[in-house]
């Protein structure tokens, strides 16, 4: 899996930091979404996936296999 994040939609709200840690941060300067693992796996993967759901801004997203990033997941 890979996750997708447009920090220009992200409001801050932290659902995401509060929901996968491994995977998401806020930044402490203006409190949006940093990534810290874009491709996690195991149950990490799975908090990703529930965080992309909580996200209220819509900022965060799954991003479909492709050739390029299939082998990367």
Known sequence: ???????????????????????????????RVLTLDAAPAGAAAEAARRAVGLCPSGALSEVPPTRENRDRT
């Open 1 to 31: 899996m890979r996750i997708g994040v447009d920090r220009s939609r992200c409001i801050g709200a932290g659902m995401c930091a509060l929901t996968a840690p491994e995977v998401f941060d806020q930044d402490t300067a203006d409190g």
